[in-house]
């Protein structure tokens, strides 16, 4: 079982069970505040950069880096536009499209 310190992405990404990590993101997401998105980012940035994990679970952490990055200037204090953004990072790395006329 992950540790109580870790980030609860991480532990997601670290869970056996699939249902574990389905909707953990959006979860998250949907919840966070800025501050916390900041620190969402600086953990997974961290667990996607430690070369004792299992590759497979630092390239998901890598994908699911990309959502608090998308929020966060949604979700920076000032803002003018405050509304959460779709988190869509891993479904639009699935499929790139070009501009018109390519």
Same mark, same amino acid.
Request: glycine share 4%; hydrophobic share 50%.
């Given at each position: 079982?992950?540790?109580?310190?870790?980030?609860?992405?991480?532990?997601?990404?670290?869970?056996?069970?699939?249902?574990?990590?389905?909707?953990?993101?959006?979860?998250?997401?949907?919840?966070?505040?800025?501050?916390? =998105?900041?620190?969402?980012?600086?953990? @997974?940035? /961290?667990? !996607?950069?430690? +070369?004792?994990? %299992?590759?497979?679970?630092? &390239? *998901?952490?890598?994908?699911? =880096?990309?959502?608090?990055?998308?929020? @966060?200037? /949604?979700? !920076?204090?000032? +803002?003018?536009? %405050?509304?959460?953004?779709? &988190? *869509?990072?891993?479904?639009? =790395?699935?499929?790139?499209?070009?501009?018109?006329?390519?």
């Amino acid at each position: 079982m992950p540790s109580p310190a870790l980030h609860p992405l991480v532990e997601a990404i670290l869970a056996p069970s699939p249902d574990a990590k389905v909707g953990a993101l959006e979860r998250f997401a949907a919840r966070a505040s800025f501050a916390e =998105l900041v620190n969402a980012t600086a953990m @997974l940035h /961290a667990f !996607a950069g430690d +070369a004792t994990v %299992n590759p497979y679970q630092r &390239v *998901r952490a890598l994908l699911q =880096l990309y959502a608090p990055l998308s929020l @966060l200037s /949604a979700r !920076a204090p000032g +803002a003018a536009d %405050n509304r959460p953004r779709p &988190v *869509r990072g891993p479904a639009a =790395l699935a499929r790139p499209t070009l501009p018109r006329g390519h």
